[in-house]
């Protein structure tokens, strides 16, 4: 099965959401909100903010369900 690299990012802040590809060869640790600034970070036990904010769990964890090894 072939990873999915699109995921809609939704800011716990503002509530903005935003279609981001994902990064295959490295986790995302940051994220900035375009609309209200608030830098996003993993929530405590996930790897990257795509697997805390996303629609979509990071490429790495689709295909192995291990976070960004």
Do not use: W
């Not at 060869?25 to 697997?51: H, I, M, S, W």
């Not at 490429?59 to 291990?66: A, D, G, R």
């Amino acid at each position: 099965m072939e990873a999915i690299l699109e995921s809609t990012i939704k800011c716990p802040n503002c509530g903005h959401r935003k279609e981001e590809e994902m990064p295959t060869t490295a986790c995302q640790f940051f994220y900035d909100c375009e609309n209200c600034k608030e830098v996003l970070r993993p929530k405590e036990g996930d790897c990257c903010v795509f697997c805390s904010y996303g629609t979509v769990a990071c490429p790495s964890v689709q295909e192995s369900s291990l976070c960004c090894e």
